[in-house]
Every structure is written in structure tokens, then in C-alpha cells.
């Protein structure tokens, strides 16, 4: 699991009270943090997002994003699927998406 992906269910887990259920989830789980073999797979995620034209205009927007790109950008390193609903991937080469 990205650890941009345990941060975000850390926040969404705690506001719901189901900390003990995100406990079962993290102890079945592998934590992978970005280093330096992550930076090209980052370079290559957004720039793929900026020839489509998926980044966001609004700098707000983009901050929200900039957490899925690095979340891609792991599943791309580690030959992992991105579970995603959203269609900003969808020209990202060397990336498995799969849609919920």
C-alpha cells in the first residue's frame, strides 16, 4: 500500500471511528515509501497527465492531485495496479488501472 494511500485512509478511517478496522488493514499490509528509484516514474506520470491535458488549471486542484500522481508513480515502480475512479490516468503508459 502507497503510503500517500495509508495517510488518506488514516484521515478518512479516524473521522469515521473504524481506526481498528485500518489496524487489520495496515497488519496484512506493505507500506511502500517513494525514494529515489520513485522520481522517474513521477517524471513520466505527470508528464504523460500534461501532454493529455489531465492536470487541473486550479492550483487547488492540483494539490489534491499531487498525491495521486505520486500514489501512480508507486504502482508504476512496483508493477502494481492503481485503483482509481478517475479517468486522470488513463494515458499514463506502464500503468494498470483499474476502475471501481
Request: overall charge neutral; charged content about 20%; glycine content about 4%.
Amino acid at each position: 500500500m502507497p503510503l500517500f494511500v495509508l495517510a488518506e485512509l488514516r484521515l478518512g478511517f479516524s473521522r469515521a471511528n473504524l481506526n481498528e478496522l485500518l489496524e487489520q488493514l495496515i497488519a496484512v499490509s506493505i507500506v511502500i515509501a517513494p525514494d529515489a528509484s520513485t522520481v522517474p516514474h513521477y517524471v513520466a506520470t505527470r508528464n504523460a497527465m500534461l501532454r493529455s491535458r489531465t492536470i487541473p488549471a486550479k492550483r487547488e486542484a492540483q494539490e489534491g492531485l499531487s498525491h495521486d500522481i505520486w500514489i501512480a508513480a508507486l504502482c508504476r515502480q512496483h508493477d502494481l495496479p492503481l485503483l482509481t475512479n478517475d479517468r486522470d490516468f488513463d494515458h499514463v503508459g506502464g500503468l494498470r488501472v483499474i476502475r471501481w
